[in-house]
């Protein structure tokens, strides 16, 4: 299983960004029943969850970014989505998605998140 993350970049904070984590050479079944999480790395800090869906699809948020991250996937593409919006500059980091499935735990390169003030 190949997980292929995107999407990062520089935003000012209020805006807004959409990461996508492909993945490949994993069946569809395994992937619409994994756990699928993206992570968060931040400058000189240990890496923390801060989205999750659960094999039966209910969502879970770090309280930070409550009300402002959703994670969703699309099965047809076997992709998962963080969006992001009204980022603040705490949120800067490498986001990093991981899944965690009936054929193994995987994580994807990481993308650069830089939001400004």
């Known amino acids: 299983v190949q997980l292929q993350a995107s999407g990062g970049g520089l935003v000012q904070a209020g805006g807004s960004l959409r990461l996508s984590c492909k993945a490949s050479?994993?069946?569809?079944?395994?992937?619409?029943?994994?756990?699928v999480n993206w992570y968060r790395q931040a400058p000189g800090k240990q890496r923390e969850l801060v989205a999750g869906?659960?094999?039966?699809?209910?969502?879970n948020y770090d309280e930070s970014v409550k009300g402002r991250f959703i994670i969703s996937t699309d099965n047809s593409r076997k992709t998962v989505y963080l969006q992001m919006n009204s980022l603040k500059p705490e949120d800067t980091g490498v986001y990093y998605c991981?899944?965690?499935?009936?054929?193994?735990?995987?994580w994807g390169q990481g993308t650069l998140v830089t939001v400004s003030s």
């Open positions: 991981n899944i965690d499935s009936a054929s193994g735990n995987y």
């Open positions: 050479r994993i069946i569809t079944s395994v992937f619409t029943t994994a756990v």
């Open positions: 869906l659960t094999s039966g699809r209910s969502t």
